[in-house]
């Protein structure tokens, strides 16, 4: 048996439950985004600045999906959304059968935006839609400027690039521009956004096409 | 098909063409080591300050995984050794597969050393041996001493820890203890030092370590 042709079954087998689960989002109002990156971009840092950024009417929820363990789950309890924790058991992306188990026809009823935060990897994620309406990449500063080159389809397939931790900008080597440039040649008219959850810079921005993607631009 | 049951059997069948791999590597008197680490944690900037630092009397060679392109091969020929690059087209890890077909009788005949850059992605090249005698696994300080904890088993299976960056834990809050704690508790008594290339520190040891591996503790 071939990785590629394995995958392409596995792929393939996933696009029709993605679209059932977008399907089942759709029949109860919810907007989903798949947040995306390599490990340690700040994912979880920026659901922590986000849930308590949105407005009261607002429902959201979240779904954390780790290889093993529920660090990240942990760490978000304390802003009082429900969380779902996938663990994947070693398996580097979430995929569209696990969140559907995971969310029941009332968990979704109950709510009106999902961040899904997809395990640290910026190659298989890219391939294994979960039925969203959205799909961010945050890129931290820390990894290189080149990484739209080497992963190109985690970019050619976003709708938001988030370069992270833009504080360290002045200790390294890496040119906003050389990365925003390659990964617009990858997925033309890219939005992009600079973001530092230490110093608050770009979480307007972040939140502003976040309340987008829920269909409530006006309450930003 | 699921996924779980699909990835057993690839990492089965891979076993033994790892084994057969490794008789091949021994054979030839070749020593290899897998490098592996998330992705823009500093493997091609460790190569390009290893190659230099080898003594004329290993002959060295390098393998480039890389999901698309061939951009790290193309950083590490001003070195002079020998750069296979292998292009896994998305398949989210290196093989031993992959690099059987990459590297001749010949080719092998010709080194002492090879030094394996795997593609960047802390989960699934954990599974996948290419055959090497020694495993590395890098974390940059930018991604978080929780990343132990959260992607074990590449911590599991590793034979040095190399923490990267380290010229800026200044500007982070990374414990270094945090993280090499965990990831001891995941291997007991896993060496490990701290790296960064920008100012020189570790890459001594870091040597020191690479040559023991070749085989040739006495020439460091």
């Given at each position: 048996?071939?990785?590629?042709?394995?995958?392409?079954?596995?792929?393939?087998?996933?696009?029709?439950?993605?679209?059932?689960l977008?399907?089942?989002?759709?029949?109860?109002?919810?907007?989903?985004?798949?947040?995306?990156?390599?490990?340690?971009?700040?994912?979880?840092?920026?659901?922590?600045?986000?849930?308590?950024?949105?407005?009261?009417?607002?429902?959201?929820g979240?779904v954390e999906g780790?290889?093993?363990?529920?660090?990240?789950?942990?760490?978000?309890?304390?802003?009082?959304?429900p969380v779902w924790s996938i663990t994947?058991?070693?398996?580097?992306?979430l995929?569209?059968r696990q969140v559907t188990g995971a969310l029941s026809?009332?968990a979704l009823?109950?709510?009106?935006?999902l961040?899904v935060?997809?395990?640290?990897?910026?190659?298989?994620?890219?391939?294994?839609?979960v039925?969203?309406?959205?799909?961010?990449?945050?890129?931290?500063?820390?990894?290189?400027?080149?990484?739209?080159?080497?992963?190109?389809?985690?970019?050619?397939?976003?709708?938001?690039?988030?370069?992270?931790?833009?504080?360290?900008?002045?200790?390294?080597?890496?040119?906003?521009?050389?990365?925003?440039?390659?990964?617009?040649?990858?997925?033309?008219?890219?939005?992009?956004?600079?973001?530092?959850?230490?110093?608050?810079?770009?979480?307007?921005?972040?939140?502003?096409?976040?309340?987008?993607?829920?269909?409530?631009?006006?309450?930003?």
């Open positions: 048996m071939h990785w590629i042709s394995a995958e392409h079954d596995l792929v393939h087998e996933n696009e029709h439950r993605a679209e059932e977008r399907a089942r989002f759709d029949a109860c109002g919810v907007r989903a985004i798949n947040i995306m990156s390599a490990p340690g971009s700040g994912k979880t840092s920026l659901l922590a600045e986000t849930l308590p950024r949105l407005p009261a009417s607002i429902r959201a979240v780790d290889v093993r363990g529920a660090l990240d789950a942990e760490r978000l309890k304390p802003y009082g959304v994947t058991g070693d398996q580097c992306h995929d569209a026809d009332q009823a109950s709510l009106d935006l961040l935060e997809n395990v640290g990897n910026l190659v298989c994620p890219a391939s294994f839609s039925g969203e309406h959205a799909r961010v990449v945050l890129l931290s500063v820390a990894e290189g400027d080149d990484k739209p080159e080497k992963y190109p389809l985690m970019f050619e397939r976003a709708d938001l690039l988030v370069i992270t931790k833009v504080d360290l900008l002045p200790h390294l080597d890496f040119s906003v521009d050389h990365a925003v440039n390659a990964a617009r040649r990858l997925r033309a008219g890219l939005p992009a956004l600079q973001l530092s959850c230490k110093t608050g810079l770009g979480l307007n921005e972040w939140m502003a096409w976040t309340l987008g993607v829920a269909g409530r631009p006006a309450e930003r």
